[in-house]
């Protein structure tokens, strides 16, 4: 049976629908960064989409061709994820960086505009970077070698796609269920929480509001999409609280 994510790691991938404290370890990802309306019909985000899911089928069927990955086993490919800010509320991010958030594509999170820093009445405002989850075997030479691979089968250009290492360390979460544009509610409630507990959002230009789709939006009516929203923060009054987030492209 085909390794599955979703059902191995279900503390990052299944949360309860009420908000939880989870620590979250680095992962590989391949990603594709842009700014603008997800929702605008063959705009950036959608072809962001098609280059992500073309790097990473090439990975998965690697099996039946002549590069081999050490390590290799079957998997169900990741759900599809998002990091999402607003840039006129929150701090440029350092797209040169190693250990810094770079530049984002999606649905916004600016921390000073609302509970949970979108203003979603601004679409065309979002920055994004746009990720699905590598298997810990796939090494940036297996990852280049999909890029070339892809390239030559499907006549495409991927160079957008790029091998992203995320550490996001401490953070709030919660299964969000229904439209994407009633998610302040939820993380209204995951703030409410973490005050509860003792923690403060920690949203910088280096950790970003973190969304992950379950659903299919084409197939799935908005009041039932499943979406995981995660947040990062801190414990109250902690200045020292390091970089959770790291991105190498």
Request: hydrophobic share 35%.
């Amino acid at each position: 049976m085909a390794f599955d994510f979703k059902k191995e790691y279900k503390e990052f991938y299944m949360p309860k629908n009420t908000p939880g404290i989870v620590t979250v370890p680095s992962m590989n990802y391949i990603a594709v960064r842009g700014m603008g309306d997800p929702n605008q019909e063959d705009g950036d985000y959608k072809k962001a989409i098609g280059l992500l899911y073309g790097i990473a089928f090439t990975i998965k069927m690697s099996k039946k061709g002549d590069h081999q990955i050490d390590g290799y086993f079957d998997y169900v490919v990741p759900p599809l994820e998002g990091f999402w800010w607003q840039e006129a509320a929150s701090a440029k991010p350092n797209s040169n960086a190693t250990t810094d958030m770079p530049p984002a594509e999606g649905r916004g999170n600016c921390p000073q505009n609302g509970s949970n820093g979108i203003d979603y009445a601004h679409k065309e405002a979002f920055h994004w970077i746009s990720v699905i989850r590598l298997p810990d075997f796939v090494t940036e030479h297996d990852f280049r070698w999909a890029i070339d691979e892809a390239t030559k089968k499907k006549k495409q250009d991927f160079s957008k796609v790029e091998f992203l290492t995320v550490e996001e360390g401490l953070c709030v979460q919660c299964m969000h269920i229904g439209s994407y544009d009633d998610e302040p509610a939820t993380v209204a409630l995951m703030h409410e929480f973490m005050e509860q507990q003792g923690y403060e959002l920690d949203i910088t230009d280096k950790r970003l509001h973190h969304e992950i789709y379950l659903s299919d939006a084409r197939k799935v009516a908005p009041e039932k999409l499943k979406t995981v929203i995660r947040h990062p923060i801190k414990a109250k009054g902690d200045m020292a609280y390091g970089i959770h987030q790291s991105y190498e492209g």
